[in-house]
């Protein structure tokens, strides 16, 4: 099996002191250091009503981002589709697509990204979305773009007796964002599988079931305009640092947010220093311990041999890993360091 691709998962993490401007600096920054050591793909997430993540537009952070950088794409990991009309979200990345030919990611999500309130508040009127109606707004999403493309000869995406027949996604133009979909189980596999498009399973959310996951999209998956075969991805967390220890010692900030999310009382991610000296119940310790084994944590071949191990068991060409720590500097040292583990900028 060939050397894994590398890529990023950014969800532009705020912390404890800090302020979702420099959160977003930080981002920005990542960025174009790993455009310079060799990374794929540089994903940005969305959430909403949140002290945690600073990420609630990718759609505006991709431009940016995209401006900022020569080599990655660039995308959404992912837009969360509930919230937004298919054209309007075609219309957006289409605009991306022209403006940075062959550099942009769709990357669609089916959860809401926030708690139900606010999902109601996102809404453009009373007549939310249902998450039954995904499939529908997916395949709507892909006939826009694919009625976009401009090329002459081709069938566009509607049948002659569609409604929406002669609707395009402006602007036209011949290129089309590389779409993904986003889930940490069975149900976007599947649709993943039925639309044609890539598929990246959240490891880093739901470590337990990546095997029925891409069985059911290898299994299921239908050629499509854009994409002739399965192509798969896992977003995994990673952390890493010259030693064990340190690797460990960095990630006590991440875990007690992760605990805290679990609790219902997330906020901006803690320093180091108070995660180290946090009063931890017996309970609170196991919790942790689980938390723990749901990412990587270690030196550069501790981790690389770890990926190279997952990559193999699930067949898988690329990973988004994320890294989430209270210092930028440790979390930019993450990425340098698996980068020379994995030669990136020689293979680039």
Partial sequence: MHQPLLSILDQSPIRAGGTAAQALGDTIDLAKRCDALGYHRYWVAEHHNT?????????????RLAAETTTMRIGSGGVMMPHYSPLKVAETFRLLETLYPGRIDLGLGRAAGAEPRTTAALMPGPKAYPLEVFPQQVQLLTQFLED????????????????????????????????WL??????????????????????????????RAFETYRRHFRPSRTLKAPRASMGVSVMVAETEDEARRICASRNLWVLWMMQGKPGPFPTIEDALSYPYTDEEREIIKGIEARGMTGTPEQVKDQLLTL???????????????????????SYELLADAFALAKAA
């Fill in 311 to 333: 990559a193999s068991e699930h067949d898988v060409e690329e990973f988004a890993l994320v890294t989430i720590t209270y210092d930028h500097v440790h979390r930019v040292r």
């Fill in 182 to 211: 986003l889930g940490s189980g069975g149900d976007s596999a599947m649709h993943a599988a039925q639309f044609g498009l890539s598929y990246c399973y959240a490891h880093f959310i739901n470590p337990e079931s990546p095997d």
């Fill in 51 to 63: 002290k945690s993540f600073a990420g609630s537009a990718p759609e505006v952070l991709i431009a």
């Fill in 148 to 179: 976009s493309t401009g090329l002459e000869g081709e069938a566009g995406g509607f049948p002659e007796d569609h409604p929406y027949r002669g609707i395009h996604a402006a602007p036209m133009g011949p290129g089309v964002p590389d779409m």
